[in-house]
Nanobody, 121 residues
Framework: QEQLVESGGGTVQTGDSLRLSCRAP????????MAWFRQAPGKEREFVAA?????SRTYNVEGRFTISKDDARSRVFLQMNNLQPEDTAVYYC?????????????????WGQGTQVTVSS
């Protein structure tokens, strides 16, 4: 299984929390840098967070979101707290070879199908 598969999305109320998961092929998180992007209707794809193969983290959404990974299970997670309506989007997991800019979508070679997160007002 070479594709990335996201899960954990859903419909929640403002202030709630969600934990997104990304299942990757074996050893992917040890060989590649991983990231979460999101895209809302009518808007361009937006960088959310990244974690390198060595564990260094980069964030766009400050304070409320945390990216982590489990190398043994080849999983990447995005813990989202205090969700707001503006967080509503399809969230995508992506993998990039090391050495490329973390925030640029063009750095990533492999993308999941996305999981919908909807935050009601």
């Amino acid at each position: 299984q070479e594709q990335l598969v996201e899960s954990g999305g859903g419909t929640v109320q403002t202030g709630d929390s969600l934990r997104l998961s990304c299942r990757a092929p074996a050893r992917t998180t040890m060989w590649y840098n991983m990231a979460w992007f999101r895209q809302a209707p009518g808007k361009e794809r937006e960088f959310v967070a990244a974690i390198s193969r060595t564990g260094s983290r980069t964030y766009n959404v400050e304070g409320r979101f945390t990216i982590s990974k489990d190398d043994a299970r080849s999983r990447v997670f995005l813990q989202m707290n205090n969700l707001q309506p503006e967080d509503t989007a399809v969230y995508y997991c992506a993998a990039a070879q090391p050495g490329k800019p973390a925030r640029a979508s063009s750095s990533y070679d492999n993308w999941g199908q996305g999981t919908q997160v909807t935050v009601s007002s």
